[in-house]
């Protein structure tokens, strides 16, 4: 008797409208992947092509931006003033895509690392309906809570070639697994550790946002970026750990508090000091 009460228990917590256990991981990686989609846009210019994602901060920051957030090279070497962002535009009857030309403005990175976040203007309908926020992008500690290890399969939204998935302007959904180790600590005595995955980076990838989903939710682990040695002819694609993105909106959010009459990030100050580039 004693037997079956407690089978009659355990398949009532397997029962999900009753709403005493969580959803199923399989929805909850469906439900991050579909917000990376999303948040995921493909940059174009003459001389550049890459991937990046829409980052917005609202911690007690009544001034928060909208921030294109990519590999610092893929804004570096644009021969131009103006980057074409494919970014989509959700109607009642379904996904449009859109193209708008956004200034290349003065952007923000640490020395050293291949990551640059610049502020954007759009108009409504080109506003990202999902953007990645602060608590999606994981540190040491919570990339471990969400299984990132040596061997383990993490995702990446990204443009290959600068295809586009369908004509709504989706990218393309890629996994790859772990290929080196250590992954902890990000940060070492000596520098700044990347990781390897297990595939071949092509152009079109660097800046795309690498996530990891896990029974929690699952959170943002890395950004694709340019490969620290190019004297191996295999170009494997090297993933800058997220707290390196955190650091960079660190230094950002810094920076404009200290200069609070140029959201632009114009400023007087020598490069080298702010790690502006341009």
């Known amino acids: 008797m004693l037997a079956v009460v407690l089978r009659a228990a355990a398949a009532l917590l397997l029962v999900p409208h009753l709403g005493l256990a969580a959803p199923p991981q399989g929805e909850r990686k469906v439900e991050l992947a579909e917000r990376m989609m999303e948040s995921t846009v493909r940059l174009e210019s003459p001389g550049s092509s890459g991937s990046g994602f829409f980052l917005l901060d609202p911690r007690d920051n009544p001034r928060s931006v909208l921030l294109l957030v990519t590999a610092a090279h893929v804004f570096q070497s644009a021969k131009g003033p103006t980057l074409e962002v494919a970014v989509r535009e959700r109607t009642k009857d379904g996904w449009v ?26 108009v409504a309908a080109a506003h990202p309906s999902a953007p990645i926020t602060p608590d999606l992008l994981a540190d040491d500690e ?18 290959p070639l600068g295809l586009l998935a369908n004509e709504e302007g989706f990218g393309l959904l890629k996994s790859g697994h772990i290929a080196t180790f250590p992954i902890f600590p990000t940060r070492t005595p000596t520098g700044r550790r990347a990781v390897l995955l297990d595939r071949e980076i092509l152009d079109g990838e660097y800046g795309a946002p690498v996530f990891k989903p896990s029974p929690q939710g699952g959170a943002v682990v890395g950004i694709v970026a340019k490969p620290w ?5 295999i170009r ?20 404009r508090a200290a200069n609070k009459a140029a959201p632009s990030l114009r400023s007087s100050v020598e490069p080298d000091q702010r790690s502006l580039h341009r």
């Open 97 to 122: 895509a859109r193209t708008v030309t956004v200034q290349l403005v003065e952007f923000y990175g640490l020395p050293d690392l291949d990551i640059a976040m610049m502020p954007v203007d759009l």
């Open 142 to 159: 919570q990339m471990q809570e969400h299984g990132v290890a040596v061997g383990a399969e993490v995702l990446l939204v990204s443009y």
């Open 229 to 233: 040695s190019t004297t191996n002819k």
């Open 236 to 255: 494997m694609l090297t993933v800058l750990p997220a707290s390196h993105i955190l650091d960079t909106l660190d230094g950002f959010n810094k920076l």
